[in-house]
């Protein structure tokens, strides 16, 4: 079964809005990762955050963990058209070696 | 700087039919290496990874297999082909060196559909 799970499933936002895109998990994590996926293509790596963090910025993005929750968000400031991708949250387990993808968020920013 | 190529990027293949797909890494060495599908609107479920050459986990048991004759290549195959193997197959890599704890970067997937 999916280890996370984005909340919500779709998003449609007007450009210059945030964006808030929260994702559940399960079990006890070594980090937590999102990715963003444009149609049709691969997934490109956007934040990482270990257990020990609880939040984390890179440019217009702002990530939380909350581990006593198991739960993390994603924010995206000032969006723009170009964001319009899904979003998707993976996690590693505590003493595993591979990523857990959740069913990811479609966000529509319109322009 | 590190790249990771996918071919083909769409496929049409007939029920029963065989498949390989490739999967290469450049500018890297020793990489661990993944195969994902995704099926239309959902996540990634990890289908195979290799530490080296040679050394091939499983995730899911299924009709596919997976290989690593070099140590940048992957390759997923099957011998036939089933209606369920239809989807987005995502290869990705990351460093030696840290493993799951790093970020992984992703081919630009094959969309592979199943007649």
């Known amino acids: 079964s999916q280890q996370g799970e984005e909340d919500p499933q779709a998003l449609s936002i007007q450009e210059g809005e945030n964006a808030t895109m929260n994702c559940s998990y399960k079990?006890?994590?070594?980090?937590l990762q999102w990715y963003r996926q444009n149609s049709g293509r691969g997934l490109v790596h956007l934040i990482l955050?270990?257990?020990?963090?609880r939040e984390k910025h890179s440019g217009r993005l702002r990530v939380t963990l909350d581990t006593s929750k198991k739960s993390s968000s994603l924010l995206i400031t000032a969006s723009r058209a170009a964001d319009t991708a899904s979003y998707f949250c993976?996690?590693?387990?505590?003493?595993?070696?591979?990523?857990?993808f959740g069913t990811g968020t479609r966000l529509t920013v319109i322009p | 700087s590190q790249t990771i190529h996918q071919w083909p990027a769409t496929l049409v293949q007939p029920v029963g039919s065989p498949l390989s797909l490739e999967c290469t890494v450049e500018?890297?060495?020793?990489?661990?290496l993944y195969w994902y599908r995704q099926a239309a609107g959902r996540g990634l479920q990890l289908l195979f990874y290799?530490?080296?050459?040679?050394?091939i986990s499983s995730e899911v048991p299924q009709n596919l297999s997976a290989s690593r004759p070099q140590d940048r290549q992957f390759i997923l195959s099957s011998k036939k082909l089933l209606l369920s193997d239809s989807g987005f197959y995502l290869c990705?890599?990351?460093?030696?060196?840290?493993?799951?704890?790093?970020?992984?970067?992703f081919g630009d997937g094959t969309r592979l559909s199943i007649l």
């Open positions: 990705a890599w990351t460093p030696q060196m840290g493993g799951a704890n790093q970020p992984q970067h």
């Open positions: 079990t006890s994590i070594n980090n």
């Open positions: 955050i270990r257990s020990n963090e």
């Open positions: 993976a996690t590693v387990k505590t003493g595993a070696n591979n990523l857990f």
């Open positions: 500018g890297t060495s020793n990489p661990n």
């Open positions: 290799s530490v080296g050459i040679g050394q």
